[in-house]
């Protein structure tokens, strides 16, 4: 299917490429389907909206920055996902990156999971003070206590 994007023109991608976000994300209740983009030889990729041009995300997974980030996926919303192995999952986090990209951040608090066996996906918020919502990416690795 063709897919029209601000980023990146018009693209190609597989229909079966497609994530369900029944909920939406948060602060974008509406948006429902969304595709991963990968990025040449970097941690990034793109999330970008299937029905928005203008709408994509900077995502990545956490852990090349912060290794010991962990948390339980509640039984609730494995069931909402369909996960029967975590071998489906995939998590990934929203990044921000400002004028001066040393001070790039990633939302450790609101994680995004992905079954990629379903391709449902869902945002989660995390009852954990360990994990800002500003988790500095450049920045030599340390752990969250």
Do not use: H
């Amino acid at each position: 299917m063709k897919l029209e994007t601000t980023r990146f023109g018009e693209i190609d991608i597989d229909e079966k490429e497609r994530i369900n976000f029944p909920q939406g994300l948060y602060g974008f209740k509406s948006e429902k389907e969304f595709v991963l983009l990968a990025t040449d030889e970097t941690p990034f990729f793109w999330l970008q909206s299937v029905a928005n041009p203008e709408l994509a995300f900077i995502v990545t997974e956490p852990w090349g920055f912060c290794s010991n980030y962990e948390f339980d996926l509640k039984k609730e919303v494995q069931n909402e996902l369909n996960v029967t192995s975590k071998d489906d999952v995939m998590v990934i986090n929203m990044v921000v990156i400002p004028d001066d990209p040393q001070e790039m951040t990633m939302n450790l608090k609101a994680p995004v999971i992905i079954n990629r066996k379903e391709r449902l996906g869902k945002q989660i918020i995390l009852d954990d003070e360990r994990y800002a919502v500003k988790y500095k990416l450049l920045q030599e690795e340390r752990s969250v206590s």
